[in-house]
């Protein structure tokens, strides 16, 4: 029987474990791929927005020769980190479901890469699943094709091909950067009649610059209604339609979090469905002894929490834990002096 069972390997995840074990609990982590694939999905040359201080967990320095990280660095990092402390993680294994016992505590039905049901029993579990599995689909005709990827890793496979990007975000704008050094042909389709305000602030110049030399065609207040084999159909600010031709259509319209394990145990959600319910000092959700941490706590906009503001959440539910430990055992021992 573990203490806890932290549902997600990323930066989060890995530091409930460090924290919760920091306070002597026994904690073992379940992680559908390898430790940290959010970032493994990352542009193979992202820099973050963070500087490497702000990415540290467990109190271990994240040394960088760079202002910003490069996505490389941080796998490295977190590989150390994980190391270090000789944290338990049972990679390639995915969380299916949650249970709760007769007694109060928890089962987790679990399917290993070879087809394996295991179930582990615990006290508590985290729920830190991240978002980067669950890409927000347009929900258009076309959207299935081959051409169409919500994940955008390097530039070479489009080298000297017809792009059209769909988003206006950071994930779009780094992608069309990227696009422009390998000579694809970029059309940027956005709905907002701007630029996202959360654009890298040294990035917006040199993308603002290669619109102004039309190495990356713009189209602002415009939607994709269809994409097509060989082209895609939007719709611009005025209501009038045209086609684009593309080889490959990257849509870089964001991520988002999968509710189904807290709902699985009767965790409860904000009145849209948008988010779990839960104790923003204390990490627990309306159920007692589930926890969530990083990402998974936040509405729709991912953007809520970051690894910055995420990685703090072990520390608040490993004391949480252990306060409740603690009043148990004084409750406990005060009854026993009565008797």
Same mark, same amino acid.
């Given at each position: 029987?573990?203490?806890?069972?932290?549902?997600? $390997?990323? *930066?989060?995840?890995?530091?409930?474990?460090?924290?919760?074990?920091?306070?002597?609990?026994?904690?073992?982590?379940?992680?559908?791929?390898?430790?940290?694939?959010?970032? @493994?999905?990352? *542009?193979?040359?992202?820099?973050?927005?963070?500087?490497?201080?702000?990415?540290?967990?467990?109190?271990?320095?994240? +040394?960088? =020769?760079?202002?910003?990280?490069?996505? @490389?660095?941080?796998?490295?990092? %977190?590989?150390?980190?994980?190391?270090?402390? $000789?944290?338990?993680?049972?990679?390639?294994?995915?969380?299916?479901?949650?249970?709760?016992?007769?007694?109060?505590?928890?089962?987790?039905?679990?399917?290993?890469?070879?087809?394996?049901?295991?179930?582990?029993?615990?006290?508590?579990?985290?729920?830190?699943?991240?978002?980067?599995?669950? =890409?927000?689909?347009?929900?258009?005709?076309?959207?299935?094709?081959?051409?169409?990827?919500?994940?955008?890793?390097?530039?070479?496979?489009?080298?000297?091909?017809?792009?059209?990007?769909?988003?206006? +975000?950071?994930?779009?704008?780094?992608?069309?950067?990227?696009?422009?050094?390998?000579?694809?042909?970029?059309?940027?389709?956005?709905?907002?009649?701007?630029? +996202?305000?959360?654009?890298?602030?040294?990035?917006?110049?040199?993308?603002?610059?290669?619109?102004?030399?039309?190495?990356?065609?713009?189209?602002?207040?415009?939607?994709?209604?269809?994409?097509?084999?060989?082209?895609?159909?939007?719709?611009?600010?005025?209501?009038?339609?045209?086609?684009?031709?593309?080889?490959?259509?990257?849509?870089?319209?964001?991520?988002?979090?999968?509710?189904?394990?807290?709902?699985?145990?009767?965790?409860?959600?904000?009145?849209?469905?948008?988010?779990?319910? %839960?104790?923003?000092?204390?990490?627990?959700?309306?159920? =007692?002894?589930?926890?969530?941490?990083?990402?998974?706590?936040?509405?729709?906009?991912?953007?809520?929490?970051?690894?910055?503001?995420?990685?703090?959440?072990?520390?608040?539910?490993?004391?949480?834990?252990?306060?409740?430990?603690?009043?148990?055992?004084?409750?406990?021992?005060?009854? +026993?002096?009565?008797?």
């Amino acid at each position: 029987m573990e203490d806890v069972i932290i549902i997600g $390997g990323g *930066p989060c995840g890995l530091s409930a474990a460090i924290e919760c074990e920091r306070v002597g609990l026994s904690a073992v982590i379940i992680e559908k791929h390898n430790i940290v694939q959010s970032i @493994y999905l990352y *542009p193979t040359h992202m820099q973050f927005f963070s500087t490497a201080e702000l990415l540290e967990i467990g109190n271990v320095p994240f +040394s960088s =020769p760079n202002d910003k990280p490069f996505r @490389y660095e941080a796998l490295a990092y %977190y590989r150390k980190v994980a190391e270090h402390f $000789g944290l338990r993680v049972h990679n390639y294994e995915e969380a299916r479901e949650i249970k709760r016992k007769e007694d109060g505590t928890f089962e987790v039905h679990t399917v290993n890469r070879r087809g394996e049901a295991i179930v582990h029993q615990g006290r508590h579990v985290v729920v830190a699943t991240g978002y980067f599995d669950h =890409p927000n689909y347009l929900g258009i005709p076309g959207e299935e094709k081959d051409k169409v990827t919500h994940y955008f890793r390097e530039a070479h496979p489009y080298t000297r091909t017809r792009v059209a990007i769909i988003g206006g +975000s950071n994930s779009a704008v780094d992608a069309a950067m990227e696009l422009v050094r390998v000579g694809a042909h970029i059309d940027m389709v956005y709905r907002g009649t701007g630029l +996202s305000d959360h654009i890298k602030p040294w990035v917006r110049p040199l993308f603002e610059s290669m619109v102004q030399k039309n190495h990356i065609t713009l189209h602002l207040g415009s939607r994709v209604n269809e994409i097509l084999d060989h082209s895609i159909r939007i719709v611009h600010a005025d209501g009038s339609e045209s086609e684009l031709d593309n080889d490959f259509v990257l849509a870089m319209t964001g991520f988002r979090p999968d509710r189904q394990l807290l709902t699985s145990i009767g965790v409860e959600m904000s009145e849209d469905m948008d988010k779990p319910m %839960y104790n923003p000092q204390t990490m627990e959700s309306s159920v =007692p002894g589930i926890y969530v941490g990083g990402v998974i706590a936040s509405g729709r906009n991912a953007n809520e929490v970051f690894i910055e503001s995420g990685r703090w959440h072990g520390r608040y539910i490993a004391e949480h834990i252990i306060s409740k430990s603690e009043h148990m055992n004084s409750t406990s021992g005060a009854q +026993s002096e009565g008797q």
